[in-house]
């Protein structure tokens, strides 16, 4: 079992930044993919931004230009810069990762993002 483990939530104000990690807890199995969904009230979980263990990225294009998706070196952790946050950003955002050779995929718990001023 893999557990991933978010962190970096909070408040923040509507143009400033934050910064989201997810880490997993189990290195022993190498990364098809790793990234991010959100779900704010009352809307379908939606992805935000993903990247391949080839370092290929994908955004939504309400995200492009503002967020940027990394991964440490080892891809054990993946980091979700987010600049020039938007009301509409606010969400619970949600890890994930897909494990070769199963692609088994795997869900962080969650982490409250608020973009409020």
């Known amino acids: 079992q893999v557990q991933l483990v978010e962190s970096g939530g909070g408040l923040v104000q509507p143009g400033g930044s934050l910064r989201l990690s997810c880490a997993r807890s189990r290195s022993d199995f190498s990364i098809y993919d790793m990234g991010w969904y959100r779900q704010a009230p009352g809307k379908q979980r939606e992805l935000v931004a993903g990247i391949t263990s080839a370092g290929s990225t994908n955004y939504a294009g309400s995200v492009k230009g503002r967020f940027t998706i990394s991964t440490d070196d080892a891809q054990n952790t993946v980091f979700l810069q987010m600049n020039s946050v938007k009301p509409e950003d606010t969400a619970v955002y949600y890890c994930?990762?897909?494990?070769?050779?199963?692609?088994?995929?795997?869900w962080g718990q969650g982490t409250q993002v608020t973009v409020s001023s």
């Open positions: 994930y990762t897909r494990l070769r050779p199963t692609l088994t995929l795997y």
